[in-house]
T-cell receptor, first 114, second 114 residues
């Protein structure tokens, strides 16, 4: 059971480039989400999904797209990278999204935009 | 809107001494509160959660947290700190307005010195 996996671990982009951060979970969890971590600001929610085919915006969605075609995968796309998107990105999943559910986090992707 | 505050950026404690990492929250309705720990270059690991019931919640690695409704606080505690407890600690609250995802505090760095 690998849990939540993320690729790549590190990435450097130039301004304007696009890329996709990959996230997968093998726990058959319905809920998945993407957060970004910036110093002093904790983690902020970018997008989330309550099941395959359903996504919604979080606190900081601008500049990011997501889709959820399968239960297992929840990729995050940067359409045109900007230096303000330099951050550490975490994917998380939880079984049903219930109020008492625990979220499980991946190891993170450290992204630098030059 | 739901929010979490961690008033201390850093907490320093000597090994063997008790430690407290503070968290206060603001929610509408019943609070569902969580503590996570992040070791260097790692993802977030779940420590404990408060759902309902006893105000003292016990979690992983000897940590516990005290829920205080009148003070809207959920402080993390440990009777005897270890050097290996040095890490970044996040308090979070379930956000009913965002698909039950988590709203995080800014994080507190715990430094335990030998």
């Amino acid at each position: 059971n690998a849990g939540v996996t993320q690729t790549p671990k590190f990435q450097v982009l130039k301004t304007g480039q696009s890329m996709t951060l990959q996230c997968a979970q093998d726990m058959n969890h319905e809920y998945m989400s993407w957060y970004r971590q910036d110093p002093g600001m904790g983690l902020r929610l970018i997008h989330y999904s309550v099941g395959a085919g359903i996504t919604d915006q979080g606190e900081v969605p601008n500049g990011y797209n997501v889709s959820r075609s399968t239960t297992e995968d929840f990729p995050l796309r940067l359409l045109s990278a900007a230096p303000s998107q330099t951050s550490v990105y975490f994917c998380a999943s939880s079984p049903t999204g219930g109020r008492t559910d625990t979220q499980y986090f991946g190891p993170g992707t450290r992204l630098t935009v030059l | 809107a739901q929010s979490v505050a961690q008033p201390e950026d850093q907490v320093n404690v000597a090994e063997g001494n008790p430690l407290t990492v503070k968290c206060t929250y603001s929610v509408s309705g019943n609070p569902y509160l969580f503590w996570y720990v992040q070791y260097p270059n790692r993802g977030l690991q779940f420590l404990l959660k408060y759902i309902t019931g006893d105000n003292l919640v016990k979690g992983s690695y000897g940590f516990e947290a005290e829920f205080n409704k009148s003070q809207t606080s959920f402080h993390l505690k440990k009777p005897s700190a270890l050097v290996s407890d040095s890490a970044l600690y996040f308090c979070a609250v379930r956000d009913m307005n965002a698909g039950n995802m988590l709203t995080f505090g800014g994080g507190t760095r715990l430094m335990v010195k030998p």
